[in-house]
């Protein structure tokens, strides 16, 4: 899992943003995607998705590693 504090400190155009518009743009975001049927609107959130992690300058590939690792972990976990 990536430590917050790697992500907090970064300097960015998402960053320098007020928390709480950051908030408010993600729960809508959440919600239009929940509630969407169309996979030409999915893939269009995908890609602003990816947008945002390039505004915000984090690493989309570490992510995606620190992720995967995790779930590899709690998986064979479950096997114990």
Known sequence: MLP??????LDSYIH????RVRILVCLFFSVFIA???SICT???ALFCSIT????????????LLDEF??????YSLSFL
């Open 4 to 9: 917050i504090e790697d992500i907090g400190e």
């Open 16 to 19: 320098r943003r007020d928390p």
């Open 35 to 37: 509630m969407t049927s």
């Open 42 to 44: 999915v893939l269009c």
């Open 52 to 63: 945002f992690f390039i505004l915000a300058k984090i690493s989309i590939s570490r992510v």
């Open 69 to 74: 690792l995790d779930s590899i972990f709690f």
